[in-house]
């Protein structure tokens, strides 16, 4: 069965704080991974993976992912309040279409 | 990215009623769209695959008479659930493949159903 695993499934930290949240999959047919930060509402788009050891970089935010180890993590450094969120992991596989394989997310809360 | 719309936000009903939900695709033709439900604190769980010009493809679990899907266009797809009952209260969200890859979300649908 497919599975995506997302740890921790909840942080607290302060602001400034540096963190890591990480991804794990057990997929067959992996095509890519992908990041989203849900606040109240829907799900944004961060990052999508699909090459080992790439970087990607948007402002505080990084992601890189590791297709031997089957695992991806979500950098945030210098956190603040607005961090806030739940980050969803997500993967992609060339025989799903375009269907997505969820995490159960990593509750993030920034205090100030 | 594509723009995605839902409507309504929020819809409160009484059990045994039925309940239409729409996701359009603003700036986007889209063939496919996806319906995912949402518990508090969980993560989405796909629900159906919406084809326009076919039948729906519904995942494993998930009851096709229940939950209606019509893809009545290449910008408009339609859940409604039917018969309604408290169990089904959750928040309902769509969302638009762009070139078979990333999907782009719609505002999501919280449905409370008293």
């Known amino acids: 069965e497919d599975k995506v695993v997302q740890s921790p499934l909840s942080l607290v930290v302060h602001e400034g704080d540096t963190v890591t949240l990480n991804c794990s999959y057990e997929v067959t047919n992996f095509r890519s991974l992908l990041w989203y930060k849900q606040e109240k509402k829907a799900p944004t788009f961060l990052f999508m993976l699909?090459?080992?050891?790439i970087e990607k970089k948007s402002g505080r935010l990084s992601s890189i992912l590791d297709k031997k180890e089957l695992f991806s993590i979500l950098n945030i450094t210098a956190t603040q309040t607005g961090d806030s969120a739940v980050y969803l992991c997500?993967?992609?596989?060339?025989?799903?279409?375009?269907?997505?394989?969820f995490g159960e997310g990593t509750q993030l809360t920034v205090n100030p | 990215g594509a723009v995605v719309s839902q409507h309504p936000s929020r819809v409160i009903c009484k059990s045994g009623t039925s309940v239409k939900i729409e996701c359009r695709s603003l700036?986007?033709?889209?063939?496919?769209m996806f319906w995912y439900r949402q518990f508090p604190k969980k993560s989405l769980m796909l629900m159906a695959t919406?084809?326009?010009?076919?039948?729906?493809?519904?995942e494993q679990g998930v009851e096709k008479d229940k939950f209606l899907i019509n893809h009545a266009s290449l910008t408009l797809s339609t859940l409604t659930v039917t018969s309604a009952h408290p169990e089904d209260s959750s928040f309902y969200i769509c969302?638009?493949?762009?070139?078979?890859?990333?999907?782009?979300f719609g505002p999501g649908t919280r449905l409370t159903v008293l």
């Open positions: 699909t090459s080992s050891g």
């Open positions: 919406s084809n326009e010009g076919s039948k729906a493809t519904y």
């Open positions: 997500a993967v992609l596989q060339r025989t799903s279409g375009s269907r997505l394989t």
């Open positions: 969302s638009v493949p762009l070139h078979g890859n990333e999907q782009f």
């Open positions: 700036d986007f033709q889209a063939t496919t």
